[in-house]
């Protein structure tokens, strides 16, 4: 089945800058890919979805890429703000006949002012 | 409307109580689904419901019994829980499954979730 690694320890940026989040899978690639954000307590909100033939999607300040080659999304967020602190999941479908959502384990993200 | 709610926050249960949990959204979605989360570990889906019958059981003990009494409403009753079986359990929902026959990616909606305590 399919395995996906996010870096498990947390990201500590200065507010401003760009905070970059991996999402590696390691089987077949995936029709789509999504990144949530969730919040301590809180369920997971959607943020953005990228399909397979699609390299770059964007939203306000937010930016993922896909890279089918190197089995890899990254997701930015340019100028962080504090309250962008979270933790922001990958999820891609699994390739059996659900196609249920699996979720990466999340990064955990820090924004200090 | 583009909320799935969640009742109630928070629940503490004895390992020999009967409780339920409960779930609603009012998006017209058709699919809705349990998911289980431990702290620091991603969502583990339990079931899926499409168009109000069970599709998905990934192989949840019977003590989680999930019920859909119509397009909108989601339970999970509990009955001789566990403590190992303490966490959030969230709700989500979807315009359509994500099935072999819905042929498109689906965002899923979460509620807030149901933070659960087995003494």
């Known amino acids: 089945s399919q395995k996906i690694e996010q870096n498990s320890e947390a990201l500590n940026i200065q507010e401003g800058k760009t905070a970059t989040l991996t999402c590696n899978y390691t089987n077949y690639s995936p029709a789509y890919l999504q990144w949530y954000r969730q919040d301590p307590g809180r369920g997971p909100v959607f943020l953005l979805l990228?399909?397979?033939?699609?390299k770059e999607k964007r939203k306000e300040r937010l930016k993922v890429t896909f890279d089918t080659t190197l089995k890899q999304s990254l997701f930015h967020i340019t100028a962080s703000q504090p309250a962008d602190s979270a933790t922001y999941l990958c999820?891609?479908?699994?390739?059996?006949?659900?196609?249920?959502?699996?979720f990466g384990t999340g990064t955990l993200l820090a924004v200090q002012p | 409307d583009t909320e799935v709610t969640q009742t109630p926050k928070h629940l503490v249960m004895g390992m020999t109580n009967k409780k339920s949990l409960k779930c609603e959204q009012h998006m017209g979605h058709r699919a809705m689904y349990w998911y289980k989360q431990k702290a620091k570990k991603p969502p583990e889906l339990m079931f899926v419901y499409s168009y109000e019958k069970l599709s998905i059981n990934e192989s949840v003990p019977s003590r989680f019994s999930p019920e859909c009494p119509n397009s909108s409403l989601l339970n999970l009753h509990l009955h001789a829980l566990q403590p190992e079986d303490s966490a959030l359990y969230l709700c989500?929902?979807?315009?359509?499954?994500?099935?072999?026959?819905?042929?498109?990616?689906?965002?899923?909606?979460f509620g807030p979730g149901t933070r659960l305590l087995v003494l």
């Open positions: 990228i399909r397979e033939n699609e």
């Open positions: 989500a929902s979807s315009l359509r499954d994500v099935g072999p026959t819905a042929g498109g990616s689906e965002t899923q909606y």
């Open positions: 999820a891609l479908p699994e390739y059996d006949a659900t196609n249920k959502l699996i």
